[in-house]
């Protein structure tokens, strides 16, 4: 969960830059599974100086992020998997604090089931824009 004080610098920063690129976006989402429900935010994207990875770490229960300055190289796979299910080829980032490397979840669109709930039917928000 984020506190309000950083929701507050977070809206500063898309007032302040609204009228340049937008790059990365905040979202805010809600999963209900039985009982258990909960709101988290994750971003995807990165902003006119750096890009940036997604990924979720199930060893932390955390979303990670992966980002470098847009003026170098991007960083290269730790290494390549074969899905099984469609025969793509999924690469896998070493993202910092974690000890496996990890696939990366492209956008908000890709984010198909809630990894804390197990929710199908998971709701999101665009919370902020951030460059």
């Given at each position: 969960?984020?506190?309000?004080?950083i929701?507050?610098?977070?809206?500063?920063?898309?007032?302040?830059?609204?009228?340049?690129?937008?790059?990365?976006?905040?979202?805010?989402?809600?999963?209900?599974?039985?009982?258990?429900?909960?709101?988290?935010?994750?971003?995807f994207?990165?902003?006119?100086?750096f890009?940036?990875?997604?990924?979720?770490?199930?060893?932390?229960?955390?979303?990670?992020?992966?980002?470098?300055?847009?003026?170098?190289?991007?960083?290269?796979?730790?290494?390549?998997?074969?899905?099984?299910?469609?025969?793509?080829?999924?690469?896998?980032?070493?993202?910092?604090?974690?000890?496996?490397?990890?696939?990366?979840?492209?956008?908000?669109?890709?984010?198909?089931?809630?990894?804390?709930?197990?929710?199908?039917?998971?709701?999101?928000?665009?919370?902020?824009?951030?460059?």
């Amino acid at each position: 969960m984020t506190s309000p004080r950083i929701r507050a610098a977070m809206l500063a920063v898309f007032l302040t830059l609204g009228s340049q690129v937008q790059a990365g976006t905040f979202y805010r989402i809600a999963s209900a599974e039985g009982n258990k429900s909960m709101e988290y935010e994750v971003k995807f994207g990165g902003g006119k100086l750096f890009e940036q990875l997604t990924a979720f770490d199930p060893k932390s229960k955390k979303f990670v992020y992966l980002s470098w300055d847009r003026n170098t190289p991007a960083p290269k796979p730790a290494g390549t998997i074969w899905d099984h299910r469609s025969g793509e080829l999924i690469q896998l980032y070493k993202f910092p604090g974690v000890d496996q490397p990890l696939p990366t979840i492209s956008s908000i669109d890709d984010l198909k089931v809630c990894p804390f709930t197990g929710d199908k039917k998971l709701k999101a928000v665009k919370a902020a824009v951030y460059d």
